[in-house]
T-cell receptor, first 111, second 114 residues
């Protein structure tokens, strides 16, 4: 079993839809959780950063961490065509350790 | 003004050659990283440096050697290039506590070995 599982999609939604992206993980020792957005032929861009469990909101984006279920989510409200990209979840055990990435979910938002 | 810049952006070279990729960050961050993204877009850490000291060294062939001349630079030298080295290599940096989060990535260097 891979450490971090993420459905690669692709996921296609109409503009204005609510998008839910998810990752599951196997090791309960992960403490830091992140979501990145990567446009084609660009570097990943940090969207959300969460330590331990709970919710975090930033504009149209909400990140949720459920450590009891080993499940993290990213919600995008009022999705826009500019949200079309690959979304990568990532997590690490503690500061100074390697960041483990999911394989990314490709999202396409049509106008 | 670019935060994390890598050069070159594209690199095509023959098997057996030695090549270097340079990375510079102008953010004053303490920690820098090299990541490899394969053809399936899977992103995996290779090395991490904090204040010029190596703190993460994942299972990478010793043909790959990082060098950090100062806190703002982390270069990657690759000896005896192989076909399997073809990938996109990303440099990243983060502030403060080592390895807290990779806040900024460069635009990537697309390496093709022929």
């Amino acid at each position: 079993q891979k450490e971090v599982e993420q459905d690669p999609g692709p996921l296609s939604v109409p503009e204005g839809a609510i998008v839910s992206l998810n990752c599951t993980y196997s090791n309960s020792a992960f403490q830091y959780f992140m979501w990145y957005r990567q446009y084609s032929r660009k570097g990943p861009e940090l969207l959300m950063y969460t330590y331990s469990s709970g919710n975090k909101e930033d504009g149209r984006f909400t990140a949720q961490v459920d450590k009891s279920s080993k499940y993290i989510s990213l919600f995008i409200r009022d999705s826009q065509p500019s949200d079309s990209a690959t979304y990568l979840c990532a997590m690490r055990f503690q500061a100074g350790t390697a960041l483990i990435f999911g394989k990314g979910t490709t999202l396409s938002v049509s106008s | 003004d670019t935060a994390v810049s890598q050069t070159p952006k594209y690199l095509v070279t023959q098997m057996g050659n030695d090549k270097s990729i340079k990375c510079e960050q102008n953010l004053g961050h303490d920690t820098m990283y090299w990541y490899k993204q394969d053809s399936k877009k899977f992103l995996k850490i290779m090395f991490s440096y904090n204040n010029k000291e190596l703190i993460i060294n994942e299972t990478v062939p010793n043909r790959f050697s990082p060098k950090s001349p100062d806190k703002a630079h982390l270069n990657l030298h690759i000896n005896s290039l192989e076909l399997g080295d073809s990938a996109v290599y990303f440099c990243a940096s983060s502030p403060g506590e080592a390895g807290r989060t990779e806040a900024f990535f460069g635009q990537g260097t697309r390496l093709t070995v022929v």
